[in-house]
């Protein structure tokens, strides 16, 4: 079975010594990967490098199979990626944001924008422009965009950025739901308390190396909360 993502070597490293080095990770079809670190930590550096924004120092992503630096199309063919924030184009309607993101799709019609809308609790917002909505708002048309084409593997970064609780609980339902019907994510974020709930598999990245992956019921099978893992995995490393 293919691997939905492959990472062997991968390093950029900045003028200021931030950023990921020698990034080695593995995701299976069907994992909900949560991806753990402080910020500045390397999530999004590396997340960038994975969807083909950033280029490497060196190391190389495969995902199914196919190589972002030298075969980038067929790389990103079935993948939705929202890295830093969800953008959109604040002078278009939520629906008209999603009509311009689907035609780089032959097969999504206004049926599926509607579903995606409806998913994502944004069809009652359907016809108000982008620019009025909030930070939450604006987060969960994100996401809508990019299940639009039904990919295979969803990179999210942050995707709870701004979201109030309800919205919270509407995300963890729609990726378990999604992740039910054969989606792999690959998901950052800081509160670790969602990925807990969320996640199937762990990986703590700490001062631009991923110091351990694991999945959660092995870790929650040794420790109280996944906060208390993530505490001592880097204390282990040295440097809180």
């Not at 010594?17 to 753990?36: E, H, K, P, T, Y």
């Not at 990103?76 to 002078?91: L, R």
């Not at 035609?103 to 009025?132: A, N, W």
Request: aromatic share 8%; proline share 2%; hydrophobic share 40%.
């Amino acid at each position: 079975m293919t691997k939905a993502i492959e990472i062997n070597g991968l390093t950029k490293v900045y003028g200021n010594g931030r950023g990921i080095s020698d990034l080695n990770l593995d995701v299976d079809q069907g994992d909900i990967f949560g991806f753990l670190g402080p910020n500045g930590a390397g999530k999004t550096t590396a997340m960038k490098m994975m969807a083909g924004l950033l280029r490497p120092d060196r190391g190389e992503v495969k995902i199914f199979g196919a190589s972002i630096q030298e075969d980038y199309v067929n790389a990103m063919k079935h993948v939705g990626c929202i890295i830093e924030t969800a953008e959109s184009y604040p002078y278009l309607t939520a629906n008209d944001n999603l009509k311009l993101f689907a035609r780089f799709y032959p097969h999504v019609d206004q049926q599926r924008i509607d579903e995606c809308l409806e998913i994502t609790g944004m069809i009652k917002y359907k016809h108000e422009k982008s620019g009025k909505f909030s930070l939450g708002m604006k987060q969960r048309l994100g996401v809508a965009a990019t299940i639009l084409s039904k990919p295979r593997l969803l990179i999210w970064d942050e995707p709870l950025n701004g979201l109030d609780v309800e919205g919270m609980l509407e995300m963890r339902r729609l990726i378990k739901q999604l992740a039910g019907e054969g989606t792999t994510f690959f998901i950052s974020s800081h509160l670790i308390h969602d990925v807990e709930l969320t996640c199937t598999r762990i990986g703590v990245v700490y001062g631009g190396k991923l110091v351990n992956t694991d999945y959660t019921h092995n870790i929650l099978a040794n420790y109280a909360s996944l906060e208390n893992y993530f505490v001592s995995e880097v204390d282990r490393n040295g440097r809180i």
